[in-house]
């Protein structure tokens, strides 16, 4: 095959952001009390990689019983923005992710589709110098494998040409359902049948096998 895109989801793939956005959903549920802070992680633990949006109108729904507003959940992402965003502009970078950005910058077109909204994870990357790396950054909505079917199309790349690199089971549906390859970062991927590891430190040299120079 000739490798021709490579996709990266943003949080726990480019950035150690993982942690940062659950304690970020746990003072959220806090505000409900103890039940609804413990639920409420537990979702976002088990749903990586799904709009924040949804995680919200989850919690309404199925922890408080009732819809919630257009209204309450700006402010509800407000609140979220202001508990997370300056520790995500300063948590370290997943090992290896640097790395494979600067091997493959201009060899291969490389994007980002995250769960994150769209605007925000653009001010992010851009804020933190990464955005120069990528052709296409894509955020929420839509859902991830819409965005990956997207960013697939957009960049006209062959779906078995290219490779979805993330760290949640959302990640590995999106490229199950547009058919591209997949690479796993975390033990959840260690007996999915992809090639994965704890980081990216192995993932230059895994591209580098599929790539055939022009």
Same mark, same amino acid.
């Given at each position: 095959?000739?490798?021709? /895109?490579i996709?990266? *989801? #943003?949080?726990?793939?480019?950035?150690e952001?993982?942690?940062?956005?659950?304690?970020?959903?746990a !003072?959220?549920?806090?505000?409900?009390?103890?039940?609804? !802070?413990?639920?409420?992680?537990? &979702? &976002?633990?088990?749903?990586?990689? =799904?709009?924040?949006?949804?995680?919200?109108?989850?919690?309404?729904?199925?922890?408080?019983? !009732?819809?919630?507003?257009?209204?309450e959940?700006?402010?509800?992402?407000?609140? +979220?923005?202001?508990?997370?965003?300056?520790?995500?502009?300063? #948590? $370290?970078?997943? $090992?290896?992710?640097?790395?494979?950005? *600067?091997?493959?910058?201009?060899?291969? $077109?490389? #994007?980002?589709?995250?769960?994150?909204?769209?605007?925000?994870?653009?001010?992010? /990357?851009?804020?933190?110098?990464?955005?120069?790396?990528?052709?296409?950054?894509?955020?929420? $909505?839509?859902?991830?494998?819409?965005?990956?079917?997207?960013? =697939?199309?957009?960049?006209g790349?062959?779906?078995? *040409?290219?490779i979805?690199?993330?760290?949640?089971?959302?990640?590995?549906?999106?490229?199950?359902? =547009?058919?591209?390859? +997949?690479?796993?970062?975390?033990?959840?991927?260690? &007996?999915?049948?992809?090639?994965?590891?704890?980081? /990216?430190?192995r993932?230059?040299?895994? /591209?580098?096998?599929?790539? =055939?120079?022009?």
């Open positions: 095959m000739a490798l021709s /895109l996709v990266f *989801d #943003c949080d726990g793939v480019l950035l952001s993982v942690d940062v956005k659950t304690q970020a959903f !003072r959220i549920g806090e505000e409900y009390g103890a039940e609804a !802070r413990d639920r409420l992680v537990a &979702h &976002h633990v088990m749903h990586g990689g =799904v709009s924040r949006y949804r995680k919200f109108e989850w919690l309404y729904r199925e922890v408080l019983g !009732r819809s919630i507003s257009e209204e959940l700006e402010a509800l992402n407000e609140k +979220f923005v202001r508990y997370a965003y300056d520790e995500v502009m300063r #948590c $370290p970078m997943v $090992p290896g992710a640097q790395e494979t950005l *600067d091997r493959w910058h201009g060899r291969v $077109p490389m #994007c980002v589709a995250s769960g994150a909204p769209h605007v925000e994870l653009n001010q992010v /990357l851009e804020a933190r110098g990464l955005s120069r790396y990528f052709v296409g950054i894509k955020g929420s $909505p839509p859902g991830k494998a819409d965005l990956l079917r997207n960013i =697939v199309v957009e960049t790349a062959r779906p078995s *040409d290219s979805m690199v993330g760290d949640a089971g959302t990640d590995q549906y999106a490229a199950e359902t =547009v058919r591209t390859r +997949f690479y796993g970062r975390g033990e959840y991927f260690k &007996h999915s049948g992809y090639p994965w590891h704890d980081d /990216l430190t993932l230059n040299d895994y /591209l580098e096998e599929l790539f =055939v120079e022009p």
